[in-house]
């Protein structure tokens, strides 16, 4: 495995948690292929699980043992090794250094369930500026989840999938919708009620713009 064995253009990012494998995992995995892989940490078992090789492992290194980590570097992983007493999660590390080489494409799988600290604090992850106009999402089972800033944006999906509009980090305003059964008309979604949770699409083509804030979006097949 060399280094150019991969495009720098797009990022599998593992984190060291349940694959919650599904349709999104399943999408996230054909449309990565031949990608950078990078694993945090014990992310490294669920790439292997998925049939891909790290290129890259980074973080602290405690959730592999010294066996794992000699059959990573046999198989081509470069290891970037971290102190343990650290402000970076070790998914952080993975992110920046998907980042550091480029990737513009990005989507991280294990990163949803077990701690609900770590699940918050791993999509909070996405508003990190270096990942500024990169496409980053995180996939679990059949779920997506982006973050969307100001301007006009496709949502994926068919009619009759589900799409939640949740704002973070303060009200997102001006809010304007097309193709969703419970249109929005330039309207404000305050931080804080669920007022934007479960919509469906209702037709080909559905978007949403808005003109302050940030919206995570929480795309569903079907009906959550």
């Known amino acids: ?27 996230a995995l054909q449309q990565g292929a031949g990608a950078l892989v990078v694993a945090a940490d014990g992310g490294a078992r669920l790439a292997l699980a998925c049939g ?12 592999l043992d010294e066996g794992e980590l ?14 343990a007493e650290k402000d970076e999660t070790d998914l952080e590390l993975a992110l920046l250094a998907a980042a550091e080489h480029g990737a513009a494409w990005v989507r991280v799988l294990g ?3 077990g701690r609900l600290d770590q699940m918050l604090a791993n999509v909070l992850l996405l508003t990190l ?3 500024a106009g990169r496409d980053v999402r995180l996939a679990a089972g059949p779920q997506t989840l982006w973050l969307i800033g100001p301007g006009d944006h496709a949502l994926d999906g068919v009619p009759g999938d589900t799409i939640s509009l949740i704002p973070l ?31 469906v699409i209702a037709a080909a083509g559905a978007r949403v713009a808005l003109d302050e804030g940030t919206l995570v979006v929480v795309h569903t097949p ?3």
Do not use: C, K
């Open 1 to 27: 495995m060399g280094e150019h064995d991969w495009s720098p253009a797009r990022a599998l990012v593992f984190a060291n948690g349940d694959l919650h494998d599904g349709s999104a995992v399943q999408q």
């Open 52 to 63: 891909l090789t790290p290129h890259l492992v980074v973080g602290d290194m405690d959730s």
């Open 70 to 83: 000699a059959d990573l570097r046999a198989r081509g992983a470069a290891i970037r090794r971290v102190a």
């Open 111 to 113: 990163a949803a369930g």
């Open 129 to 131: 500026d270096v990942l």
């Open 169 to 199: 980090g303060g009200d997102a305003r001006g809010v304007r919708t097309e193709g969703l059964r419970y249109p929005l008309r330039g309207e404000t979604l305050r931080f804080g009620p669920a007022r934007g949770i479960s919509n």
């Open 222 to 224: 079907g009906r959550a």
